[in-house]
Nanobody, 124 residues
Framework: QVQLVESGGGLVQAGGSLRLSCVAS????????VGWFRQALEKKREFVAA????????YYADSVKDRFTIPRDNDKNVAYLQMNNVRPEETADYYC?????????????????WGQGTQVTVSS
């Protein structure tokens, strides 16, 4: 069992940066893939980024490539979403998720554990 807690959300101006954190409980976190998803008001949840357990592989939505990164530190049981040059349309609740088994990095249904989310508001 893994519990995830996100933090770091808030208000940021367009073009600015924000770093979200996802702190996990449980010793097995280091063996789990981690994904970040977001959900804007009245929209479906969408994939943002994901990282394999070893950090060897990372995956990004086309809309965030070259602006967002998803590092992790397994020794500290934490994963991050570094958001640079953010845009107003990226205002949403951001969720981290983890999964212990193989599966799609992009599909939210493949993830077993979810945090409660952190809100990000990008002002224009």
């Amino acid at each position: 069992q893994v519990q995830l807690v996100e933090s770091g959300g808030g208000l940021v101006q367009a073009g600015g940066s924000l770093r979200l954190s996802c702190v996990a409980s449980g010793r097995a976190f280091g063996t789990y893939a981690v994904g970040w998803f977001r959900q804007a008001l009245e929209k479906k949840r969408e994939f943002v980024a994901a990282i394999s357990w070893s950090s060897e592989d990372t995956y990004y939505a086309d809309s965030v490539k070259d602006r967002f990164t998803i590092p992790r530190d397994n020794d500290k049981n934490v994963a991050y979403l570094q958001m640079n040059n953010v845009r107003p349309e990226e205002t949403a609740d951001y969720y981290c998720a983890a999964r212990p088994r193989s599966g799609s990095y992009y599909y939210d249904g493949a993830y077993s554990y979810w945090g409660q989310g952190t809100q990000v508001t990008v002002s224009s």
